[in-house]
C-alpha cells in the first residue's frame, strides 16, 4: 500500500486532484455554475435548471427535499467527476447565509475556491464574509462574475468594487463585449482572440466561434457598434491592470477574473481549464504536531462535516472525510485519535450529488462517505497510527435561541435523538439545559430553524412546538480548577447548559448579564467560538 519513490503512483495521484468550493452570495448564480461544471465534466449530460421548481427536474447538487422546494442550497454537496485527465472534487456549499458555517467547515476541505459574482449586483455580504474566511488560509480565489447576458453594471466599476470591497487585487482573463440582449461574447486577454456569445441552456455546444486577434476587421463587420469600446477597454487594462502573475494567485493575493453566462454555459469550461492549469494541487496540512505532506505514504485525514439521511430509506449518517495524504483502501483500519481506538472503514463512499458508489481508491484532495454510528464527529482526525490533529473550524456562539418541546409527550425521545443527530451534523446547534433540562436550539439564523423543524417532522416523525427562549447569547466555558468550576455552576445554575459535546455553556440572558458575570468571575473563561471536536476541559 505504499509507494517506493516520492515520484511513485501516489505522488502522481496526487498531482491530479483539484479540490475547489464554489462560494457566493444568495442568487448569484452558484447552483447553476456548479451544475454547468459537471455537465462540462462529462458527468450529466442534462442540465435541470434551479428556476424548473414545478417539474421534476432541480439542480443536480440540491438533493435535499427543502431545497426542492424552495430553489436553494442549505447542505454542502460533493461531487467527483474527471476532466482532462484530472479528478475534480467540487465541493458545493449553502447559498443561504444563514448557513454560513457549514460553509466555513467545507473551506477547510478545499485547496481553492471559485467566487461568484452577480454582475448586476456586485459584491454582496455575503461574499464578503466568505472572502474573509478564504483569507485566514491564503485560498487561491477564481473569480467569475455571472449573468453578463442582462443588464449589468459596467465591467470596469465591477473589477474597481472587488478591489476595493474584497482587498484582492484582480487580473482580468477574459472581458465581456456587450451586455443583456447586446452581449456579443468575451475576449480572451491571454489568448489574444474573441469568443463568440451563443445561447444555450441545457447541453455543451462544443461550436464556440473564435475570432482570434483584436484588430481582426471581422470584428469590425460583426460588432461594428460595440468593437470600439472592447479595443479601448482592452487597451487600458493592459496598460494599467497588472497581468495574471500565478504565484501572486496561489499566494491568495490576486484573482483571475472570468466574464460570462452560467445560465447558458458560457464562460464556464475557461473556469474548468483555469482550474487545472492554475488551481493547486493537494497541498500539506497543519496536523499540529507537524506539516503532513498529500504524498506521504501514511493515510491520514479529517471529518469536515456529517449529513444525517442522506438516504431517507435508510435513516443513515455520513462523516465527509478529507483525505490529507496516503491512500485509501477499502476494508482498511485506522486509528480514531479522539476516541483512541481502532476502527475499520468497510465501504467508503465517493459522491456525485446524492448518488453515492462504492469508493475503491482515494487519495490527498478527495473527499470519501463514511458511514458513521454516532462514533465520528466534526473535527475528527483518523491516521494510521501517528497522533496529529488537523485544524478545525469554530464554532460560533449563536444570536438567535429556541426551545423545543414535542406536541406529543411520549415524542421526547425521538425529538432528542432527531435534535442530538442534527447538532452533531452542525446543521444547528443543540444546548441540554442543566437547570430545567429542556432542549434549546441556538443559530445564526432564523431559516436554520425552518429547516430543523422540517427535517425533524419529514426524517424522524417529530412534530414539534418552537418557542422563543430568553437568551439573547451563548459562552463556552473553561475553569481554572474544579473549586472554580463548582463555585460556579453552584451561582449560576440557572444559566448553564451542555452543548453536544458535554462542553459546559453560559447561556446570557443579554449582553449587560453577560458582561457584569464576566467581571464578576474573571478566572473563568468565556469563549465566544471553540473548535470543532475540542472539549474545554479544566486546568
Known amino acids: ?138 485560498t487561491p480565489i477564481i473569480t467569475f462574475v455571472n449573468k453578463l447576458d442582462r443588464e449589468v453594471r459596467e465591467p470596469l466599476a465591477l473589477l474597481e468594487e472587488i478591489e476595493s470591497v474584497l482587498g484582492i487585487d484582480c487580473a482580468p482573463v477574459t472581458w465581456p463585449l456587450g451586455m443583456g440582449k447586446r452581449f456579443r461574447g468575451v475576449f480572451d486577454l491571454l489568448g489574444n482572440r474573441l469568443l463568440r456569445f451563443t445561447a444555450g441552456e441545457e447541453r455543451v455546444s462544443t461550436e464556440t466561434e473564435l475570432i482570434e486577434g483584436i484588430d481582426n476587421p471581422r470584428l469590425d463587420a460583426l460588432f461594428p457598434e460595440e468593437i470600439g469600446a472592447l479595443r479601448h477597454d482592452v487597451d487600458l ?104 481506538r481502532e476502527m475499520k472503514l468497510a465501504n467508503a463512499l465517493t459522491f456525485m450529488a446524492n448518488e453515492r458508489v462504492a469508493s475503491e481508491d482515494a487519495v490527498a484532495g478527495d473527499i470519501i462517505g463514511i458511514h458513521n454510528h454516532g462514533q465520528l464527529q466534526i473535527g475528527d482526525t483518523l491516521t494510521e497510527g501517528e497522533v496529529l490533529a488537523f485544524k478545525g473550524i469554530p464554532y460560533f456562539a449563536p444570536e438567535l435561541f429556541r426551545v423545543a418541546r414535542p406536541r406529543d409527550p411520549f415524542k421526547a425521545k425521538p425529538l432528542a435523538k432527531g435534535l442530538q443527530e442534527l447538532g452533531e451534523e452542525g446543521a444547528i446547534q443543540v444546548f441540554a439545559s442543566s437547570h430545567t433540562n429542556t432542549l434549546l436550539l441556538g443559530a445564526v439564523g432564523p431559516l436554520q430553524f425552518e429547516i430543523v423543524a422540517q427535517r425533524l417532522a419529514s426524517e424522524y416523525k417529530v412534530d414539534a412546538i418552537y418557542e422563543n427562549a430568553n437568551i439573547a447569547t451563548a459562552r463556552w466555558l473553561a475553569f481554572p480548577d474544579d473549586v472554580t468550576r463548582r463555585n460556579f455552576e453552584r451561582e449560576q445554575a440557572a444559566a448553564l447548559a451542555t452543548d453536544v459535546d458535554g462542553n459546559p455553556v453560559f447561556l446570557a440572558t443579554n449582553r449587560y448579564n453577560l458582561q457584569v458575570t464576566t467581571e464578576r468571575w474573571p478566572k473563568v473563561g468565556f469563549h465566544a467560538t471553540r473548535e470543532h471536536g475540542q472539549r474545554l476541559v479544566q486546568g
Open 1 to 138: 500500500m505504499t509507494d517506493a519513490s516520492p515520484a511513485g503512483p501516489l505522488a502522481r495521484d496526487v498531482a491530479r486532484r483539484r479540490t475547489f468550493a464554489i462560494i457566493s452570495h444568495p442568487d448569484a448564480g452558484k447552483t447553476t455554475l456548479t451544475e454547468k461544471l459537471l455537465l462540462f465534466g462529462g458527468a450529466i449530460l442534462l442540465a435541470g435548471t434551479v428556476k424548473a421548481r414545478k417539474s421534476a427536474r432541480h439542480a443536480t447538487s440540491d438533493w435535499m427535499e427543502v431545497e426542492k422546494q424552495r430553489g436553494i442550497s442549505v447542505t454542502s454537496s460533493v461531487m467527483q467527476f474527471e476532466y482532462a485527465d484530472h479528478v475534480i472534487n467540487l465541493l458545493d456549499t449553502p447559498g443561504h447565509e444563514d448557513f454560513s458555517e457549514d460553509t466555513y467547515r467545507v473551506l477547510t476541505a478545499v485547496d481553492a475556491a471559485v467566487m461568484v459574482i452577480d454582475a448586476a449586483k456586485g459584491v454582496e455580504a455575503q461574499t464578503i464574509k466568505l472572502l474573509e474566511v478564504c483569507r485566514l488560509r491564503n
Open 237 to 340: 487594462i493592459r496598460s494599467a491592470s497588472p497581468p495574471f502573475d500565478l504565484p501572486t494567485f496561489l499566494a491568495g493575493a490576486q484573482t483571475p477574473v472570468f466574464f460570462g453566462s452560467g445560465i447558458n454555459n458560457f464562460g464556464v469550461q475557461e473556469i474548468l481549464q483555469a482550474l487545472i492549469d492554475w488551481a493547486p494541487p493537494p497541498q500539506p496540512r497543519d496536523g499540529t504536531a507537524r506539516s503532513v505532506e498529500p504524498a506521504e505514504a501514511p493515510f491520514t485525514g479529517f471529518v469536515f462535516k456529517i449529513q444525517a439521511n442522506m438516504d431517507p430509506r435508510h435513516r443513515d449518517r455520513i462523516a465527509f472525510f478529507r483525505v490529507c495524504s496516503g491512500r485509501y483502501a477499502p476494508g482498511m483500519k485506522v486509528r480514531h485519535l479522539r476516541l483512541s
